[in-house]
């Protein structure tokens, strides 16, 4: 597509369920990234898929946390029984390595996550 | 580890007149690369400038420049000519050890005045 894709935009969930976020990134581009984003802070780093490699989990913050990205594109962010601290808005970014990382990341408008 | 600092929570600019945002970074890998973003109420990020640690010139975009002062850890933004659509949410960014992975600073609200 012409740009990084997420839905739902809002979802608003009750504390103790499961959700799923959804990104589909930039056709052809092999790197995806989700982030972190709470009220009036800067992003933080979850997760990085690249191609066909191993994921790098270490910015997840506990194991309810969980992605996937199936055949190389679309990923879904789950998250497990929800806390009041995982309101957030959390976004996917994707890019192409190759062209190098002056071209920056391209980023998706986001999920803005409520948990009541 | 890698840091980011940004020191302005929120900075004021008349229209028309330059503004810069202030960054400061931390890393003991060499190789690195710095990033600035605008986020505007309507949430995207939007990519402005990339500056490379073995770049030798400031790196330019538009109205747009990056004052890289390596030996001081800064990456300063120079907003020239402000306009009203820059009144946004401005994000420093680096890249360190080929990770891929961005470590983002807290952010400036920068809000343009007539």
């Known amino acids: 597509g012409a740009g990084v894709s997420q839905s739902p935009s809002n979802k608003v969930t009750e504390k103790g369920k499961d959700v799923e976020l959804r990104c589909d990134p930039i056709s052809g581009h092999t790197a995806l990234y989700w982030y972190r984003q709470s009220l009036g802070q800067g992003l933080e780093f979850l997760i990085y898929f690249q191609g066909n490699s191993a994921p790098d989990k270490s910015g997840l913050p506990s194991d309810r946390f969980s992605a996937e990205r199936t055949g190389g594109s679309v990923s879904t962010l789950t998250i497990q029984r929800t806390q009041q601290e995982d309101s957030a808005v959390y976004l996917c970014?994707?890019?192409?390595?190759?062209?190098?990382?002056?071209?920056?990341?391209?980023f998706g408008s986001g999920t803005r996550l409520t948990v009541v | 580890a890698q840091k980011i600092t940004q020191t302005q929570p929120g900075m004021f600019v008349q229209e028309k007149e330059a503004v810069t945002l202030d960054c400061t970074y931390d890393t003991s890998d060499p190789s690195y690369g710095l990033f600035w973003y605008k986020q505007p109420s309507s949430g995207e990020m939007i990519f402005l400038i990339y500056q490379g640690s073995y770049d030798q010139q400031n790196a330019t975009e538009g109205r747009y420049s990056l004052n890289f002062q390596k030996a001081r850890k800064s990456a300063n933004l120079v907003i020239s000519a402000s306009q009203l659509g820059d009144s946004a949410m401005y994000f420093c960014?680096?890249?360190?050890?080929?990770?891929?992975?961005?470590?983002f600073g807290t952010g400036t609200q920068l809000k343009v005045e007539l």
């Open positions: 970014a994707s890019s192409s390595p190759g062209l190098g990382l002056e071209y920056g990341y391209t």
């Open positions: 960014a680096m890249e360190a050890g080929g990770g891929n992975k961005l470590t």
